[in-house]
């Protein structure tokens, strides 16, 4: 007989029919219902024994965690809380699992710290919550090239190794094959990296934007869906040393046509979600309420998750230069009483309390800045016509912070130049990207999306590291 899954057994109008499932036993009460799952969707299938047609020795590794093949009749189910059952007729265990070694793990049913399900990111995937948060994060990352491709975008795969560092959005993991403890030196007494395997120094990739833009200035939409490193030492609630980016890029789009291509785009994910995950997204939304109310009513959630896809769906972003931005930041009560950390000056970058405060407290929804002073963006992004600021956008959500980062490119031979130079890029590192600019140039503009925090805010999930499979970040590269 073949398989059917969970998912599909469940809504199943057969009853009356054999079927065959299998799965993981989630749990085995009164030596008669077990409870199924397989990953297909959230909800379990109950199984129901007749203990006293199966043999004892049998019935006793039926555990927690031990792997089964059912057979029998699909039934309606007499009990509350789902729909049909399996009247069990053959049982077969495909993988046991040791109850007390079951005990020490993620597995044992109750409630675990996130920390605790961290260490063991290999059994995580069998709890419901992270059962959850995977379903989804494939639903994510299918609906974004969906989105794409329903719009004529092109996925363009760009390197993940790489020789330039032009991007300069952070510290790069080196990529070598030199013995660490006798490396070739040059005359000078430097490492030789002429004699490493690409006779260069090479590192991971800290965005693919660069050759995304070769790309769009010759097929027009495309975008790149793959994983950015960096080196740096944060250890935040939402920086990853390894994640994943989703970076667009079109010619001939403005900084407003980003904005607007970024807004859609968004909501489209959210949308997406609400949509063909309602099951998952029920269990974390009710999830995050029993949560909270363990909390004080300050830290409490003002908008359940649903709410506030729901808002982000059915809501302009707000949209304002960083000029603005420092008046409402000038004009606050956190300013006003010195409750802010760091300053607040133009000129100076726009920090995570600062960024809080204008999503959180001030608007209440999505913003969008732009217009950031030159000096702390990218050497790539287009002048304003004020000579001081650039024509730069960060998004920011409520609860995760900056979700997109991205501008409108210089598209202008010279000014370029002059900022390679200003910002020490060699040419001789940079010259394919300058010459685009030579030949048939055109204003062009992009933007990356974060992917993992955009999985945290349809997932509400508070930690990065919740919402990748095996997260590295500093001093950590388990698994
Ligand atoms: O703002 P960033 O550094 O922008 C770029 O890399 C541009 N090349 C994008 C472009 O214009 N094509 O990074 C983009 C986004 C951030 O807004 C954030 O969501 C996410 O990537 N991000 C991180 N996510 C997890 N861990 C980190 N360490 C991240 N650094 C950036
Ligand atoms: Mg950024």
Request: hydrophobic share 40%.
């Given at each position: 007989m073949k398989r059917t899954e969970i998912v599909a057994a469940l809504q199943s109008?057969?009853?009356?029919?054999?079927?065959?499932?299998?799965?993981?036993?989630?749990?085995?009460?009164?030596?008669?219902?077990?409870?199924?799952?397989?990953?297909?969707?959230?909800?379990?299938?109950?199984?129901?024994?007749?203990?006293?047609?199966?043999?004892?020795?049998?019935?006793k590794r039926v555990t927690t965690g031990a792997a089964l093949a059912i057979t029998g009749k699909l039934v309606e189910s007499q009990g509350a809380g789902q729909k049909v059952e399996i009247a069990v007729e053959k049982l077969e265990i495909l993988g046991d699992a040791d109850p007390e070694e079951v005990s020490k793990t993620?597995?044992?049913?109750?409630?675990?710290?996130?920390?605790?399900?961290?260490?063991?990111?290999?059994?995580?995937?069998?709890?419901?919550?992270?059962?959850?948060?995977f379903r989804i994060r494939h639903a994510v990352a299918y609906a974004i090239h969906k989105y794409f491709n329903d719009r004529g975008y092109y996925y363009i795969?760009?390197?993940?190794?790489?020789?330039?560092?032009?991007?300069?959005?952070?510290?790069?993991?080196?990529?070598?094959?030199?013995?660490?403890?006798?490396?070739?030196?040059?005359?000078?007494?430097?490492?030789?990296?002429?004699?490493?395997?690409?006779?260069?120094?090479?590192?991971?990739?800290?965005?693919?934007?660069?050759?995304?833009?070769?790309?769009?200035?010759?097929?027009?939409?495309?975008?790149?869906?793959?994983?950015?490193?960096?080196?740096?030492?944060?250890?935040?609630?939402?920086?990853?040393?390894?994640?994943?980016?989703?970076?667009?890029?079109?010619?001939?789009?403005d900084i407003y046509d980003n904005m607007d291509l970024a807004?859609?785009?968004?909501?489209?994910?959210?949308?997406?979600?609400?949509?063909?995950?309602?099951?998952?997204?029920?269990?974390?939304?009710?999830?995050?309420?029993?949560?909270?109310?363990?909390?004080?009513?300050?830290?409490?959630?003002?908008?359940?998750l649903i709410d506030r896809l729901n808002f982000v769906i059915s809501n302009d972003f707000q949209r304002l230069t960083y000029t603005e931005a420092i008046e409402v930041l000038k004009n606050s009560t956190p300013y006003k009483k010195k409750k802010f950390k760091y300053p607040v000056e133009w000129g100076t970058d726009l920090q995570s309390e600062h960024e809080r405060y204008l999503v959180e407290k001030e608007f209440k929804k999505p913003v969008i800045i732009t217009g950031y002073p030159a000096s702390f963006k990218a050497f790539y992004m287009r002048q304003n016509d004020d000579g001081k600021t650039v024509a730069a956008m960060d998004i920011l959500f409520p609860g995760i912070g900056e979700i997109i980062g991205g501008s409108q490119r210089e598209e202008r031979y010279d000014i370029l130049l002059e900022k390679c130079k200003a910002f020490h890029i060699p040419e001789s590192e940079i010259w394919?990207?300058?010459?685009?600019?030579?030949?048939?140039?055109?204003?062009?503009?992009?933007?990356?999306?974060?992917?993992?925090?955009?999985?945290?805010?349809?997932?509400?999930?508070?930690?990065?590291?919740?919402?990748?499979?095996?997260?590295?970040?500093?001093?950590?590269?388990?698994?």
């Open positions: 109008e057969k009853t009356g029919q054999d079927i065959l499932v299998k799965g993981w036993v989630k749990a085995f009460r009164s030596n008669r219902f077990i409870q199924l799952s397989d990953g297909s969707t959230i909800h379990t299938i109950q199984a129901v024994v007749d203990f006293e047609k199966f043999d004892e020795a049998l019935l993620v597995m044992q049913p109750k409630k675990h710290s996130l920390e605790f399900l961290r260490e063991q990111a290999h059994l995580r995937f069998r709890t419901n919550l992270f059962g959850a948060v795969h760009t390197p993940i190794i790489t020789g330039s560092d032009a991007e300069g959005a952070g510290e790069m993991f080196r990529v070598s094959v030199l013995d660490p403890k006798n490396p070739p030196l040059t005359e000078e007494g430097k490492i030789n990296y002429a004699e490493d395997f690409f006779g260069k120094e090479t590192n991971l990739t800290v965005s693919g934007q660069l050759e995304a833009e070769l790309a769009a200035l010759a097929l027009s939409k495309v975008y790149t869906f793959g994983p950015t490193f960096r080196a740096e030492n944060s250890n935040t609630a939402r920086h990853l040393a390894e994640f994943w980016m989703i970076e667009p890029e079109v010619a001939f789009n807004e859609d785009f968004l909501r489209y994910i959210c949308k997406y979600v609400l949509e063909h995950n309602a099951d998952d997204l029920k269990f974390l939304n009710d999830r995050e309420v029993q949560e909270d109310q363990t909390k004080p009513q300050a830290e409490r959630n003002e908008m359940s394919w990207y300058l010459e685009t600019r030579k030949f048939g140039t055109v204003p062009h503009a992009g933007f990356g999306l974060g992917f993992e925090r955009m999985v945290m805010f349809v997932t509400g999930m508070t930690n990065i590291r919740d919402v990748i499979p095996f997260p590295r970040t500093p001093k950590k590269a388990e698994f």
